[in-house]
């Protein structure tokens, strides 16, 4: 017959190591950092260890040879992955971990209801073969240039966007590859971006990192 000094040393061993799964569990660090702008309903995610970037830093970082976002529209937030977080990686010539930038942009009223997939898919960078023939002619520091994949998307509520992936060189550097989804809405009041960079050799060895970023790129347009 067990002793009552046995079964009360049992129970405290059980309730000891109950309450160290539960503290191990309780205490993991998340795997992702949630963002949401609740105003445009917009959200994504990004590995927790990504850190979110200053947004008034975008106004101190510009360079004639990469695209300069607009930091006055009603939403911009981006992440870096590289240990010393700056806005100069998303416009350097070399990249070598991945940030990813997010606005929403109204449309200004005159051009309400007229931004076609192609504005879109020209959005930061150019594209298409009209965009790239102006640019090349302007002499940007852009050449390389090679599209890797280009989807059109029509989620619900009516938005219409496309997904594109390409790659170019910047001011003679490595070859970057940019993962772009955009979209405008029904009215085509607005535009909602993002822009995913980094070195091509680093999107092909985080490519499944990278894809669940843009994977998560959700707008929950009012129906």
């Given at each position: 017959m067990?002793?009552m000094?046995?079964v009360?040393?049992?129970l ?12 191990a569990?309780g ?5 992702h ?5 609740t ?25 004639a040879?990469?695209p ?7 939403w911009?937030v981006?992440?870096d ?6 806005p100069a990686?998303l416009?350097?010539?070399n990249?070598?971990d ?5 606005s929403?942009?109204p ?5 309400t ?5 192609d504005?879109l898919?020209d959005?930061m960078?150019?594209v298409?073969?009209n ?5 090349k002619?302007?002499s ?12 059109v998307l029509?989620p619900?509520?009516g ?6 992936v390409?790659?170019y ?5 490595l070859?970057q590859?940019?993962d772009q989804?955009?979209?405008t809405?029904k ?6 971006l993002m822009?995913l960079?980094?070195?091509?050799t680093?999107?092909?060895a985080?490519?499944a990192e990278?894809?669940?970023v843009?994977?998560s790129f959700t707008i929950?347009e009012r129906?």
């Amino acid at each position: 017959m067990l002793s009552m000094a046995r079964v009360a040393a049992g129970l405290a061993a059980v309730i000891l190591g109950c309450a160290f799964l539960l503290g191990a569990s309780g205490c993991a660090a998340p795997e992702h950092t949630y963002v949401a702008n609740t105003a445009n309903r917009t959200y994504f995610k990004v590995p927790a260890s990504w850190h979110e970037i200053d947004q008034s830093a975008f106004q101190q970082t510009s360079s004639a040879a990469s695209p300069t976002p607009q930091s006055s529209g009603e939403w911009v937030v981006a992440y870096d992955a590289a240990q010393v977080p700056s806005p100069a990686h998303l416009f350097a010539s070399n990249t070598l971990d991945p940030i990813v930038y997010v606005s929403v942009q109204p449309v200004p009223a005159e051009a309400t209801g007229q931004v076609s997939l192609d504005n879109l898919r020209d959005l930061m960078l150019p594209v298409t073969a009209n965009a790239r023939a102006a640019a090349k002619v302007a002499s940007t520091s852009f050449s390389d240039f090679r599209l890797i994949s280009d989807s059109v998307l029509a989620p619900a509520s009516g938005l219409q966007g496309i997904h594109e992936v390409f790659q170019y060189r910047v001011d003679g550097g490595l070859l970057q590859t940019f993962d772009q989804t955009a979209y405008t809405n029904k009215e085509g009041s607005k535009v909602y971006l993002m822009l995913l960079r980094c070195s091509s050799t680093c999107y092909q060895a985080r490519h499944a990192e990278l894809d669940s970023v843009t994977a998560s790129f959700t707008i929950q347009e009012r129906s």
